[in-house]
DNA sequence: TCAATACTGAACACTGTGTTCGGAAATATT
DNA sequence: AATATTTCCGAACACAGTGTTCAGTATTGA
């Protein structure tokens, strides 16, 4: 019946597979990695690794892909209730990115680690367009394109989360949060306002 | 006397070379580009390139150096006057951008670039750094650490540069400095203010 | 116990890197 | 023009990493 063991032990591989590979990015950059590295590591065999995936890339995408919508959903859902003034909350990004420090380090440090960066922006940038657009009443037109400030605004989300990095995290996640806001949302508001 | 012959035919090797790299970037992206690739298209032999160059990258960058340069050069001497309502006027940066699309888009678009987007943006940030102290009276003090101030400006220019290629450059290079200052104007201003 | 499934690791072909070196070609010097 | 110097050439080589294959072993589930 319950026949999860069998697909434990693929996923227990699998995993073994990522945590190598997420290890190793903490010592040294992706690109430097080899899959032989990656496989002393996880103890696993090369022909396993093959078979499981098509080469170095689509094991990193796999492990990202779910850190990223974790990322996300901890973006979308801050728990607190709407606010006219705030566009969104990056406080739980920094909370998260403080709690899992070397994991956040490993992402934003390595050189091929950019697809990451580009899927993130991605994703928060269309949520944020979303929620550009909710502000609006009907026939309204922002004097800038919603989809360039929701470019712009996770451009600066990340950015700022690089340089909190790079500069071993001065501040506490409250006033990097503090900080977005108070860099990004004058301009928003600003240009929110139909005919300025 | 003037040995400069030998010097020229040296800088024409390297010239072809650098040619040859950016050219293929254009058309892939530079992780696949091999030695060999560069070696055919600038019709060089092997040992020349590794007399010259240790490797690829060292290429890529010796080639990037002047395009940075050139480009900090249109940033920090834009030919207006100071404007305090102005931190830095993006509007030369994508004319230059306009004018030397498929060279912009070769740096933008690749992977391994980002070595170069780095360096843009370091550069950018300091001299945006000075900018903001020059505004700034004696004894005050923004709310705002003026290098996050400045990395946050940098990587807002590079970021619509971005975005403005991606979507086939659907404003004016004066449009998109408009949108630049629009967006970023507010929430500078309000944080130099020493006390909101 | 038997069959299915997953893992192993050595061997292999292949691609790309960076070095070496004898000789050719271009350039400078006299 | 003859010679010396510098630069370039390209084949050969050793090396490192990739991805595949396959016969054999270990695990698991019935």
Redesign the pocket.
């Known amino acids: 019946m319950d026949?999860g063991?069998?697909d434990r032990?693929?996923t227990r591989?699998r995993h073994l597979l990522r945590e190598a590979l997420m290890s190793l990015m903490r010592e040294q950059r992706y690109d430097s990695i080899?899959?032989?590295n990656i496989l002393d590591r996880a103890?696993?065999?090369?022909?396993?690794f093959?078979?499981?995936y098509r080469?170095?890339e689509e094991l990193l995408i796999s492990g990202l892909d779910d850190i990223i919508h974790s990322l996300i959903l901890t973006l979308e859902n801050p728990g607190v209730q709407p606010d006219q003034h705030k566009l969104l909350s990056t406080e739980p990004l920094f909370k998260h990115a403080q709690d899992e420090f070397q994991l956040h380090k490993a992402i934003m440090g390595g050189h091929g680690i950019n697809l990451m960066v580009q899927k993130i922006q991605k994703h928060l940038g269309r949520h944020i367009e979303d929620e550009l657009r909710s502000w609006l009443k009907e026939d309204e037109a922002p004097a800038i394109p919603i989809p360039l400030m929701g470019h712009y605004v996770a451009s600066v989300v990340l950015s700022l989360l690089r340089w909190w990095f790079d500069n071993n995290k001065p501040h506490s996640p409250a006033q990097m949060d503090a900080i977005f806001q108070q860099l990004v949302m004058p301009g928003i508001l600003e240009s929110m306002r139909p005919k300025g």
């Open positions: 026949h063991k069998t032990r693929v591989t080899t899959v032989q103890d696993i065999g090369r022909s396993t093959y078979s499981h080469d170095k």
